[in-house]
């Protein structure tokens, strides 16, 4: 019978943690945000953190993350850790990178 119920702790561990890298105000910038936000909202909704890092605000930050391109985002769990470069517009392609089916 499947009444068994899931631990907890398997929730917690799908829970995406994402870090998004962005440069001020710019057009590239914002699209990165509002496409990563609906994506969140519309596929994992409740189940998510998204830090949003302004790299002229946080110039330490992205030095240590060794950026290569912005905006960037890193998802840090779970793992393994991806990374995903531009404005996050191609739906298919960042729920591929963050590991996510389409349903």
């Not at 994402?18 to 910038?29: H, Q, T, V």
């Not at 509002?34 to 110039?59: M, P, R």
Request: with cysteine; aromatic share 4%.
């Amino acid at each position: 019978m499947n009444s068994e119920t899931q631990p907890q702790s398997d929730e917690e561990e799908e829970r995406y943690v994402l870090r998004l890298f962005i440069i001020g105000a710019s057009l590239n910038s914002m699209r990165a945000v509002a496409n990563l936000k609906e994506i969140c909202e519309k596929y994992i909704k409740d189940n998510y953190s998204l830090e949003i890092v302004d790299v002229h605000q946080e110039k330490s930050i992205a030095a240590k993350e060794q950026l290569i391109a912005l905006p960037m985002l890193i998802k840090l769990s779970p793992s393994p850790e991806r990374r995903l470069i531009g404005d996050m517009s191609d739906t298919p392609k960042v729920l591929k990178g963050l590991g996510i089916s389409q349903m």
